[in-house]
């Protein structure tokens, strides 16, 4: 059974930095973070290859999110710093298809809320 634990979250000013973690029993995956906004569907935000060498990001967030892993640790990290109000959103984690940016075993967590405020 696939376990997704998504932490971090929390009430930020825009311009802070916050860190989110997923904790994860899938290994050996490629592994992405989705977000869903109030309002609007569930969208891709990052990936990581498997073994942690390839990144990639949506447009909105280069430059401000690092995705990272600590496979010793099956947690999954998402950095994201310079936080503005669109960033708002519920962010979730989940193995991931590498190319197509969804879900590869449509299997969700509860997910971690980010608010940022002005």
């Known amino acids: 059974q696939v376990q997704l634990a998504e932490s971090g979250g929390g009430l930020v000013q825009a311009g802070d930095s916050l860190t989110l973690s997923c904790v994860t029993s899938v290994t050996k995956w490629a592994m992405g973070w989705f977000r869903q906004a109030p309002g609007k569907e569930r969208e891709f935000v990052s990936i990581i290859s498997w073994d942690g060498k390839d990144t990639h990001y949506i447009d909105s967030v280069k430059g401000r999110f690092t995705i990272s892993r600590d496979d010793a640790k099956n947690t999954i990290y998402l950095q994201m710093s310079n936080l503005k109000l669109e960033d708002t959103a519920k962010y979730y984690c989940?193995?991931?298809?590498?190319?197509?940016?969804?879900?590869?075993?449509?299997?969700w967590g509860q997910g971690t809320l980010v608010t940022v405020s002005s």
């Open positions: 989940a193995p991931t298809y590498w190319g197509i940016w969804t879900n590869a075993m449509d299997t």
